[in-house]
């Protein structure tokens, strides 16, 4: 299995997601390496015309990152399923994204050769290793303050707060970085603009109105307060931040990069 393919939601409209792959940032010498959009796979499962090549097998795939792991019905979790029934499966930096508990089962699978999750909990026992974008250099900048409180807006999570700067998370990521980095106080309705805020050190809301919290929240290892449109003034009062984040995500990214090249 000289074949290594890596897969990820590589869609521009979502820069989290898109940035998410360890192919992103890690280099595999003298291997043959690929990388296909993860959506790719559920047209060749529904044998769509055009999508052939892509049912795989007998492949190392690297799945990740992103919140892939979902509820048991759901083309997120069928895809997921099929590539680890029909190959040798890395998962790295991969998280929930359910309404309640994701179906982390597929972990267990006997094709998973390696195990790397972004999420801490549900008392999984397997590695944590978040989300592999903290290697991006924009994290290492210096960004002026411009504005005390900023929005990151997911398009199907509108924020319903006016009055501040606001940028949604299918911007080009070195404009979002920059926004974060320009903020004291960020509110965010997508994971990576909690997750990227972090990184930065900033303090940081959940934006959730009228909704169920969805698990890729509650998996962060640092968890933050959720507000609304009517209680975000009093939650910033009370913020922390995390410190030396970028770091510790760097450094454990790293050592899972290292066991990888000895695995593959």
Not at 89 to 118: Q, S
Not at 200 to 214: A, I, Q, S
Not at 237 to 246: A, D, E, M
């Amino acid at each position: 299995m000289s074949k290594i393919i890596f897969t990820n939601v590589a869609y521009l409209g979502n820069a989290g997601d898109y940035w998410s792959s360890p192919f992103c940032y890690y280099g595999f010498p003298n291997k043959d390496v690929q990388q296909i959009h993860f959506l790719d796979f559920w047209s060749a499962i529904k044998k769509e015309p055009g999508f052939e090549n892509y049912n795989i097998k007998d492949k190392i795939v690297i799945i990740g990152g992103g919140g892939l792991i979902t509820d048991k019905d759901f083309y997120l979790q069928k895809t997921v399923e099929w590539l680890v029934e029909n190959n040798k499966v890395i998962f790295w930096g991969i998280g929930g994204n359910a309404f309640k508990k994701p179906c982390y089962e597929i972990f267990d699978h006997k094709n998973v050769l390696m195990v790397g999750t972004r999420d801490i909990s549900f008392g999984l026992n397997h590695n944590y290793v978040p989300c592999v974008s903290c290697k991006w250099n924009l994290f290492d900048l210096h960004y002026e303050i411009n504005s005390d409180i900023g929005l990151i807006e997911h398009p199907d999570h509108p924020i319903d707060i006016d009055g501040y700067p606001k940028i949604h998370n299918s911007a080009d990521i070195r404009d979002i970085i920059e926004f974060i980095g320009s903020k004291k106080i960020l509110i965010s309705s997508t994971f990576h603009g909690v997750y990227w805020s972090q990184l930065l050190g900033k303090k940081v809301l959940y934006y959730l109105d009228g909704e169920l919290p969805n698990s890729k929240f509650y998996g962060l290892k640092y968890r933050v307060p959720i507000c609304n449109k009517n209680n975000y003034i009093e939650k910033t009062h009370n913020l922390s931040y995390v410190v030396g984040f970028k770091e510790e995500c760097r450094y454990i990214n790293d050592n899972f990069y290292k066991e990888v090249l000895k695995l593959i």
